[in-house]
């Protein structure tokens, strides 16, 4: 390691928390890097769209270079720096693990909890860690206070993670789960909450839907929120595939609570996610942990040994997307899922489910089918005679491949997709 390398990366890491640990503990790579850890540039916010401008961000990732991964809305590569951090942790806690925990929990009670509500827009009380997005959509549920014969309302498209809660809750505590059918594409924000607002009865407490949805569809937070907030309801929301994405600011957006992952779009650790209970809504929403959680203390957080290499790693992610600027991540995933939609627009036998306008399609994740063609044949072949990593996306009686682009991908990899896809047409 040259001596501005080694300084430029001591600044980085001071900047991340992951310098705690001191630059002794990093470089220790199981797969073969694609760049060695010296060679890996500074990272800084890129000044424009285009492949070369991020060539500098996509070398911060370990990347095989023998596979195009295009499967982040499944689960986020996260970049070096990130797998430094938690391998950092899992060192201290296994050279001294008093100190270790104690170094551990103050990073993440420093940086990280202050770094996600200051990602999230909200108060630092207001949130708390959990293993994944599913984990936090549980407590959300099973914490809102419901009678039996109150009703739930939510969407086709909710995720299982998203969907089996209610279920829970109508098998276990007699309460009504409610679905509406949301068709793909989405044909405009106030159809959605026409269906929302249509669908309402004298019963009904709360309503539930994804920010981002498994096929990349946008829903109207804020208005969805406002909307259920005139009627008296309480808004439950999925943020899984939302955070990271592009910035959020969940004090604006209104909703009472939100449960995310943090291990896709934000590339933190595999097995980390957040749940957020806003102040005001803790009344409605009490801990399922802790029967004397108060609104002081409502003890939302997931209680025992924690997984705190991982968790305090998180604060590598969020500093990584803080220097990109989550802005400039949602621009750059815009550009390169509107340049595969080009693509696809243009060929004979694809029909693109996700929407055509800005306010209904997220950023990064692009839903098509292939006339005639089984999406998980399609996804299995790419996979292994190709190299190329994309999901299917069979939901809703539809048969549709999932396509989920992040910032280290390039034009050059969309091109090679398309390609492969053509000798499926
Ligand atoms: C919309 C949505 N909600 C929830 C989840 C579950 O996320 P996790 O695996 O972090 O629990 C997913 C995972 O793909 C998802 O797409």
């Known amino acids: ?34 760049l060695e850890d ?19 961000v996509r070398a911060q990732f370990i990347l095989d270079p023998s596979i195009i991964y295009m499967n982040n809305a499944s689960l ?23 100190r270790g925990k104690h170094d551990l929990s ?13 990602l999230l827009g909200t108060n630092a009380n207001e949130i708390a860690l959990t293993r994944n997005a599913t984990e936090a959509l549980h407590l959300q549920a099973v914490g809102l206070d419901l009678q039996p014969g109150d009703e739930v309302i939510f969407t086709t498209q909710e ?14 505590h007699g309460i009504k789960a409610t679905d509406i059918f949301v068709p793909s594409p989405l044909k405009s924000e106030e159809h959605l909450i026409g269906l929302f607002e249509n669908a309402i009865t004298p019963r009904t407490r709360a309503i539930a839907f994804c920010h981002v949805t498994r096929g990349g569809h946008l829903y109207p937070v804020k208005k969805l929120s406002e909307m259920a907030r005139n009627h008296g309801l309480i808004s439950l929301v999925d943020g899984a595939q939302a ?5 959020i600011d969940l004090h604006d957006l209104g909703c009472d609570a939100y449960s995310a992952s943090l291990h896709k779009w934000l590339l933190g650790p595999v097995g980390t996610g957040v749940l957020y209970i806003s102040e005001s809504a803790r009344q409605h929403i009490r801990s399922a942990y802790a029967h004397d959680g108060t609104l002081d203390s409502p003890a939302f957080a997931p209680p025992g040994t924690a997984d705190l290499p991982l968790r305090a790693g998180i604060s590598a992610a969020i500093s990584f997307m803080e220097t990109i600027g989550l802005d400039n991540v949602e621009l ?5 899922s509107d340049y595969l939609k080009e693509q696809l627009s243009e060929m004979n036998g694809i029909k693109l489910l996700s929407g055509g306008t800005l306010r209904t399609s997220c950023p990064g994740s692009t839903i098509f089918e292939v006339e005639d063609v089984d999406a998980i ?6 996979n292994k005679m190709h190299s190329i990593h994309i999901d299917e996306h069979k939901r809703d009686g539809h048969n549709a491949i999932r396509v989920s682009t992040h910032i280290y991908n390039t034009k050059t990899e969309v091109d090679r997709l398309v390609e492969v896809l053509q000798g499926f047409i």
């Open 332 to 336: 750059r995933t815009r550009y390169l």
């Open 159 to 172: 995720h299982p993670a998203g969907l089996r809660p209610w279920l829970f809750r109508a098998d276990r």
């Open 76 to 98: 986020g590569m996260p970049p070096a720096i990130v797998a430094e951090a938690v391998a950092a942790g899992y060192k201290a806690v296994s050279r001294e693990p008093s």
């Open 38 to 56: 010296k060679d890996r540039p500074t990272l800084h916010r890129p000044t424009g769209m285009d492949d070369a401008a991020w060539a500098d």
């Open 377 to 382: 044949k399609i996804v299995s072949t790419t």
């Open 243 to 247: 955070v990271g994405m592009f910035p």
């Open 1 to 34: 390691m040259n001596n501005l390398t080694k300084v430029s990366r001591r600044r980085f890491l001071a900047t991340t928390g992951t310098g705690i640990f001191g630059l002794s503990t990093f470089g220790c790579y199981k797969s073969k890097p694609h």
């Open 106 to 118: 103050e990073q993440i009670s420093q940086l990280v909890i202050p770094g996600l509500s200051r």
